[in-house]
């Protein structure tokens, strides 16, 4: 039995040898991290979970002596939020041999909107904002996420390190949506196409703890 059991914990050590884990809790793009160490090179797959959510009012108000009542108001509150998941696969490389270490990495990424959701005060209003939502996600095309970074690790302990990194986020995106109609006689018929696409970059900061094992 403890032939068994040696055998066991010493395949687990063998396989886990070289495993490296993080995580960045800081910064817009909260990240972890799982890979292996091979040398000073860590390939490794990342999860980044991003959440948005926010609050739109419209109110409106107009005077006609002609109107009965001369004065109307109205208005509408949209509430609506997001997640986006982005997974990256990518090289972190690490200099150097005493506890401070400096390092560089590059990912790249395909996200996915992962959730999206809007509700507006008029419930005769709601079945409008559905369908919106509805082709924002058939619409909704590739998605490519890019992130480079530099920084320094401190080694605290023989497995544990802290470190601060300054990155970079490259994000492009777009869509393509046609809207058509045609009369059941065909004496008329239009069609719409909007293809829409943008790209954002920013730079950050963020803060990694490591555990290699």
Same mark, same amino acid.
């Given at each position: 039995? @403890?032939? +068994?059991?040696? &055998? +066991?914990?010493?395949?687990?050590?063998?396989?886990?040898?070289?495993?490296?884990?993080?995580?960045?809790?800081?910064? *817009?793009?909260?990240?972890? =991290?799982? %890979?292996?160490?091979?040398?000073?090179?860590?390939?490794?797959?990342?999860?980044?979970?991003?959440?948005? %959510?926010?609050?739109?009012?419209?109110?409106?108000?107009?005077?006609?002596?002609?109107?009965? *009542? *001369?004065?109307?108001?109205?208005?509408?509150? +949209?509430?609506?939020?997001? #997640?986006?998941?982005?997974?990256?696969? /990518?090289?972190?490389?690490?200099?150097?041999? #005493?506890?401070?270490?400096?390092?560089?990495? &590059?990912?790249?990424?395909? *996200?996915?909107?992962?959730?999206?959701?809007?509700?507006?005060?008029?419930? !005769?209003?709601?079945?409008?904002? !559905?369908?919106?939502?509805?082709?924002?996600?058939?619409?909704?095309?590739?998605?490519? &996420? &890019?992130?480079?970074?530099?920084?320094?690790? =401190? =080694?605290?302990?023989? @497995?544990?390190?802290? /470190?601060?990194?300054?990155?970079?986020?490259?994000?492009?995106?777009?869509?393509?949506?046609?809207?058509?109609?045609?009369?059941?006689? %065909?004496?008329?018929?239009? @069609? !719409?196409? =909007?293809?829409?696409?943008? @790209?954002?970059? /920013?730079?950050?900061?963020?803060?990694?703890?490591?555990?290699?094992?």
């Amino acid at each position: 039995m @403890r032939v +068994i059991t040696s &055998l +066991i914990l010493l395949t687990a050590c063998v396989a886990f040898a070289g495993v490296a884990f993080g995580v960045n809790p800081i910064g *817009p793009m909260p990240e972890s =991290y799982i %890979g292996y160490k091979i040398g000073p090179v860590v390939p490794y797959l990342s999860l980044s979970l991003v959440n948005a %959510g926010g609050r739109i009012a419209y109110y409106w108000e107009d005077y006609d002596e002609y109107y009965d *009542p *001369p004065y109307r108001e109205g208005g509408d509150t +949209i509430t609506f939020s997001g #997640s986006v998941l982005a997974p990256t696969l /990518g090289t972190k490389l690490v200099f150097g041999s #005493s506890e401070l270490k400096p390092f560089v990495r &590059l990912s790249a990424g395909i *996200p996915f909107l992962l959730t999206l959701n809007a509700e507006v005060s008029d419930e !005769d209003e709601q079945e409008d904002i !559905d369908e919106v939502i509805e082709d924002i996600r058939e619409g909704l095309g590739t998605t490519l &996420l &890019l992130t480079g970074g530099v920084g320094v690790e =401190y =080694y605290f302990a023989e @497995r544990f390190s802290i /470190g601060g990194e300054f990155n970079y986020h490259y994000l492009s995106s777009g869509g393509e949506w046609e809207y058509s109609d045609t009369a059941s006689d %065909g004496s008329w018929w239009w @069609r !719409d196409v =909007y293809d829409v696409s943008g @790209r954002i970059g /920013g730079t950050s900061a963020g803060l990694w703890l490591n555990y290699y094992f």
